[in-house]
């Protein structure tokens, strides 16, 4: 079967960091690229960052820009987003995908079950 495990997400206060990782199980990642999208109640779900399957090209939404990065390591099959600077508008469903370079939803194949993260005091 073709899916990805996400873990890493959970409850943390405002300023504080998190690091959410998402494996692949039945497949390589090694020729896709890895996005993550989140969606939080109400709102539309939002493209926030991409990598490149080489690792080489990266790109984030403005609203996590300077605060998340995106890597990954092909070797352990897993592609991790490193959260700093949690804000309470952070909060939201958050989902890995692999497919196609880029911020929209659509250029992906496969998703991830999603997993909470939410930013409070």
């Known amino acids: 079967q073709l899916q990805l495990v996400e873990s890493g997400g959970g409850l943390v206060q405002p300023g504080g960091s998190l690091r959410l990782s998402c494996a692949a199980s039945?497949?390589?990642?090694?020729?896709?690229?890895i996005g993550w999208f989140r969606q939080a109640p109400g709102k539309e779900r939002e493209g926030i960052s991409s990598?490149?399957?080489?690792?080489?090209?990266?790109i984030y939404a403005d609203s996590v820009k300077g605060r998340f990065t995106i890597s990954r390591d092909n070797a352990k099959n897993t592609v991790y987003l490193q959260m700093n600077s949690l804000e309470p508008e952070d909060t939201a469903v958050y989902y890995c995908a692999a497919g196609n370079y880029g911020l929209g939803y659509e250029l992906y194949d496969y998703w991830g079950q999603g997993t909470q993260v939410t930013v409070s005091s």
């Open positions: 990598i490149s399957s080489s690792g080489g090209l990266t």
């Open positions: 039945g497949f390589t990642l090694n020729y896709y690229a």
